[in-house]
């Protein structure tokens, strides 16, 4: 086929996640009662670990870019999917699908090496105690952060260079409710096969690794603590901070790996697990970690009761 004969898409026909009026309003409410009560909490825990002066080590530091990114995350793709519950025709443009792509593999990717930086902390918190303070410095903590973050945007130009040199000459439907490069690489007017391989080893491969590295990371670590746990509140602590990460980590990865660690093709749990790996699971990831730390709960709750006070004066 000669590219001459290309029709050039310019727009996306998202399928959504029902065609039933009546499913689409149960989910539009579901979803929408989730994002605006979590969301407001990813905020607080921000704000809380922002405005609290005993929260300056980098396990918080951390905590608080894990939470920015979550909601970032989510964002990219909860508005225009709760939106679209309500209209009859589901369409994105051709820049707006490449737009969505490229942003939901630099944070999500982002994420994946900001896990990896906060089981560094970890490692740094648990085994090497007396050099913590001198390891993971304020000035390193800002070093990892930026380097997960370039990380995330190489890794995410990687996607979009191999989406947009790719001819779509008719079919526009995708079978989701957003823009992802295991639908659009489908609907392409050409063979896929090299572009499919690479972005299954850049994406599917870095996570496996990452997601096995990680637990085998966590495994140590809690061997380690086990060994002293006769040593107090210290050690409950730290194990019940590794065992948030660890949850964390497979909320994270668990889909991501099911999504893109195989070839791109279509099956029936692909929309669900879409929806928790870009919605649900990134807005409950900072709330997991909180529900298991004592300080930031405590902190969260004076922040929350010197504005009330202040509000009522």
């Known amino acids: 086929m000669e590219t001459a004969n290309y029709t050039k898409v310019t727009e996306f026909v998202l399928t959504g996640l029902s065609q039933t009026r ?4 149960v989910l539009f409410v579901i979803f929408l009662s989730f994002y605006l009560f979590i969301l407001p909490g990813n905020i607080l825990i921000i704000c809380t670990i922002r405005l609290d002066p005993h929260l300056t080590s980098p396990m ?4 608080a870019n894990l939470a920015f990114l979550d909601i970032w995350y989510s964002s990219i793709t909860a508005p225009k999917m709760l939106i679209d519950f309500f209209v009859e025709r589901k369409i994105i443009s051709f820049g707006g699908c490449i737009a ?34 001198t390891i993971m410095n304020r000035h390193l ?17 990687i996607q979009v260079a191999l989406i947009v040199r790719l001819p779509f000459c008719g079919p526009n439907e995708l ?4 823009c992802d490069i295991t639908q659009v690489v489908r609907i392409a007017c050409a063979n896929t096969f090299p572009e ?3 972005m299954i080893c850049s994406s599917g491969l870095i ?23 006769g040593s107090g509140e210290n050690t409950n602590r730290a194990m019940s901070t590794c065992y948030s990460h660890i949850t964390i980590v497979v909320l994270m990865f668990g889909p991501s790996i099911y999504i893109y660690a195989r070839p791109f093709d ?48």
């Open 175 to 178: 079978d989701s409710y957003f």
């Open 100 to 133: 969505q792509l490229f942003f939901l593999h630099f944070v999500g990717a982002s994420e994946m090496f900001l896990l990896t930086v906060m089981a560094f902390d970890r490692y740094a918190a648990i085994c090497r105690p007396l050099h913590y303070a």
């Open 207 to 229: 996570s496996v690794v990452c997601f096995i590295a990680l637990l085998m990371s966590y495994t140590f670590l809690l061997a380690m603590l086990k060994k002293h746990s």
């Open 60 to 63: 918080y530091f951390l905590l």
């Open 22 to 25: 009546e499913v689409q309003l």
């Open 196 to 198: 499919e391989l690479v």
């Open 266 to 313: 279509s099956f029936s749990l692909d929309k669900v697990v879409s929806v928790f790996h870009t919605v649900i699971f990134p807005l409950l990831n900072p709330i997991i970690y909180t529900l298991r730390n004592k300080e930031v709960k405590a902190a969260m709750r004076k922040l929350v009761t010197k504005n009330i006070l202040c509000k009522e004066k």
């Open 141 to 157: 903590c800002s070093i990892l952060v930026a380097l997960s973050w370039m990380g995330g945007f190489i890794h995410s130009i």
